[in-house]
């Protein structure tokens, strides 16, 4: 008994580590050198940031505890949005949520705790009915994010551009450092796998051996996997306080990586999860 537990909390530990250390560095260093806007880069973080959770769940969902899934998300996307919080606080960056574009992804965002929030209030099954209504939804929020961004951010996005082009003019194309990236983030993901996998056989044992409910283990999963995010929304703001440009840039990448993230493990996840279980 002690033993799983003690391996849970190792493997657990070590996809945090990998993550945040080695994945999420690399994924952001590859879109610095492809010189990737901020919004893009906010993307790329929130799909690295995302990838404990894809492996959580999926290896729950492949071990049977689909109730698991679903706390996990919920417990994910509160406490992105908790650390997202903290780090505008602390980084003095309230003003610059006032902006209309970061409002809308902001209430989208809102609606990633909601839906699960009613899916287990209402007790609803998590069956395949669900997933191309989870599709229409990432679909949805995504267009509606590109669209308000465009519309609301239009001084900062034409000064961005015109950075983009004065880098791309002064520095040649990395290409053994892209190469170098995209190499760490392949093994990256080969090394995840494994432990998720190994951790996956953990779950369902302490779920068997102490009688644990799923939603606490959704719930605990949710906290462990949600770190990453919190390095990538401080990260992402003091980058651009270090470079001294324009402090917005970094809170358009925090709320992206922010809204990136959500958005997947609600709809795109989650999806995976359900597919996974009924596969």
Same mark, same amino acid.
């Given at each position: 008994?002690?033993?799983? &537990?003690?391996?849970?909390?190792?493997?657990?530990?070590?996809? &945090?580590?990998?993550?945040?250390?080695?994945?999420v560095?690399?994924?952001?260093?590859?879109?610095?050198n492809?010189?990737?806007r901020?919004? *893009?880069?906010?993307?790329?973080?929130g799909?690295a940031?995302?990838?404990? @959770?894809?492996?959580?769940?999926s290896?729950?969902?492949?071990?049977?505890?689909? #109730?698991t899934?679903i706390?996990?998300?919920l417990?994910?996307?509160?406490? #992105?949005?908790?650390?997202?919080?903290?780090?505008?606080?602390?980084n003095? #960056?309230?003003?610059?949520?006032k902006?209309? *574009? /970061?409002?809308?992804?902001?209430?989208?965002?809102?609606?990633?705790?909601?839906?699960?929030?009613?899916?287990?209030?209402?007790?609803?099954?998590?069956?395949? *009915?669900l997933?191309?209504?989870?599709?229409?939804?990432?679909?949805?929020f995504r *267009?509606?994010?590109?669209? =308000?961004h465009?519309k609301y951010?239009? =001084?900062?996005n @034409?000064?961005?551009?015109?950075?983009?082009?004065?880098?791309?003019? #002064?520095r040649?194309k990395q290409? =053994?450092?892209?190469?170098?990236?995209?190499? %760490?983030?392949?093994?990256?993901?080969?090394?995840?796998?494994?432990?998720?996998?190994?951790?996956? !056989? &953990?779950?369902? !044992?302490?779920?068997i051996?102490f009688?644990?409910?799923?939603f /606490? /283990?959704?719930?605990?999963? +949710?906290?462990?996997?949600? /770190?990453?995010?919190?390095?990538?929304?401080?990260?992402?703001?003091?980058?651009?306080?270090?470079?001294?440009?324009?402090?917005?840039?970094?809170?358009?990448?925090?709320t992206?990586?922010?809204f990136? !993230?959500?958005i997947?493990?609600? %709809?795109?996840?989650?999806?995976? +999860?359900?597919?996974?279980? %009924?596969?």
């Amino acid at each position: 008994m002690f033993l799983e &537990v003690i391996k849970f909390i190792i493997y657990s530990g070590l996809i &945090v580590l990998v993550s945040k250390y080695i994945l999420v560095k690399n994924l952001r260093n590859l879109g610095e050198n492809l010189n990737l806007r901020p919004k *893009a880069i906010g993307e790329v973080a929130g799909i690295a940031t995302s990838i404990p @959770e894809l492996i959580t769940i999926s290896v729950s969902s492949f071990s049977g505890l689909i #109730n698991t899934s679903i706390f996990n998300v919920l417990s994910s996307n509160i406490i #992105n949005v908790l650390q997202y919080i903290t780090s505008i606080v602390i980084n003095k #960056n309230i003003r610059k949520i006032k902006n209309k *574009a /970061i409002k809308v992804d902001m209430l989208m965002i809102a609606f990633t705790i909601i839906i699960p929030i009613l899916l287990i209030l209402l007790n609803i099954e998590m069956n395949k *009915a669900l997933i191309p209504i989870f599709i229409f939804l990432y679909i949805f929020f995504r *267009a509606i994010s590109r669209i =308000a961004h465009i519309k609301y951010l239009k =001084a900062e996005n @034409e000064k961005i551009e015109d950075i983009v082009l004065m880098k791309e003019k #002064n520095r040649k194309k990395q290409v =053994a450092k892209v190469i170098k990236n995209i190499l %760490f983030i392949l093994i990256t993901g080969i090394v995840l796998f494994y432990l998720g996998d190994l951790l996956g !056989s &953990v779950i369902e !044992s302490l779920a068997i051996i102490f009688n644990i409910p799923q939603f /606490i /283990i959704g719930l605990f999963l +949710g906290i462990v996997t949600s /770190i990453p995010e919190f390095i990538t929304f401080f990260e992402a703001q003091r980058h651009y306080n270090k470079q001294d440009t324009d402090t917005m840039y970094g809170v358009i990448e925090a709320t992206n990586n922010l809204f990136t !993230s959500n958005i997947l493990n609600i %709809f795109i996840i989650q999806s995976i +999860g359900i597919y996974i279980y %009924f596969l």
